[in-house]
């Protein structure tokens, strides 16, 4: 079982920068899949990106060149770093890490993009 905590949520004007992150309760080095989810009003939860124990990355097309995910295996971490951002990428976005057959989510945290 593993607990995960984000962070890094605000509020940003359309065009600037934003990068969340995700603590883990344990090594994050053999889970096998971890990525980020993000859930606006009115919406089902969406892909974001991912990131597998290997590094191998895939993106949602709506995110593509304006976000970057990475993980730390030694800080038992990941980030998703979100460049150019838009109005369109105001939610709730949700870390998640996937160990067959499970699957484990943060609590959340808020993204706003407005100026």
């Known amino acids: 079982q593993v607990q995960l905590v984000e962070s890094g949520g605000g509020l940003m004007q359309p065009g600037g920068s934003l990068r969340l992150s995700c603590e883990a309760s344990?090594?994050?080095?053999?889970?096998?899949?971890m990525g980020w989810y993000r859930q606006a009003p009115g919406n089902q939860r969406e892909l974001v990106a991912t990131?597998?124990?290997?590094?191998?990355?895939n993106y949602a097309a709506s995110v593509k060149g304006r976000f970057t995910i990475s993980r730390d295996n030694a800080k038992n971490a990941m980030s998703l770093q979100m460049n150019s951002l838009k109005p369109e990428d105001t939610a709730v976005y949700y870390c998640?890490?996937?160990?067959?057959?499970?699957?484990?989510w943060g609590q959340g945290t808020q993204v706003t993009v407005s100026s």
């Open positions: 344990k090594n994050i080095f053999s889970i096998y899949l």
């Open positions: 990131i597998f124990n290997t590094g191998s990355t």
């Open positions: 998640n890490a996937h160990e067959p057959p499970r699957d484990y």
